[in-house]
């Protein structure tokens, strides 16, 4: 049983060197399914960044918009709670 454990340690193997491998050029299919999932990823990207920009910009143009007006989002906002609350009381 303990002549199992004295064993040599494991020779590497050589390995032929390798050779660089010419890859074949891709077909029609494989050129668009690759075309296709770089301009999703773009998209994606893109969307990420325009999205946030495009909501705070909304919201920019909202406040200058009722600043304009002479008014504020506040201000909106409990005028149109006092009619929702007239509203409830008249039915």
């Known amino acids: 049983m303990t002549s199992d454990m004295q064993e040599e340690p494991l020779t590497?193997?050589?390995t032929p060197p390798q050779t660089?491998?010419?890859?074949a050029p891709l077909s029609a299919?494989?050129?668009?399914?690759?075309?296709?999932?770089?301009?999703?990823?773009?998209?994606e990207i893109l969307g990420w960044i325009l999205?946030?920009?495009i909501l705070i910009g909304a919201v920019w143009g909202l406040n200058a918009v009722?600043?304009?007006m002479g008014t504020s989002?506040?201000?909106v906002w409990d005028q149109l709670?006092?009619?929702?609350?007239?509203l409830e009381k008249k039915m």
Do not use: C, D, F, I
Not at 33 to 39: E, G, S, T
Not at 81 to 86: D, N
């Open 12 to 14: 590497p193997v050589a």
């Open 20 to 23: 660089p491998v010419r890859a």
């Open 29 to 43: 299919r494989e050129q668009r399914r690759r075309r296709r999932r770089a301009r999703h990823r773009g998209e």
């Open 51 to 53: 999205v946030p920009l």
């Open 66 to 68: 009722l600043e304009a």
């Open 73 to 75: 989002p506040g201000v």
């Open 81 to 86: 709670m006092q009619v929702k609350a007239a």
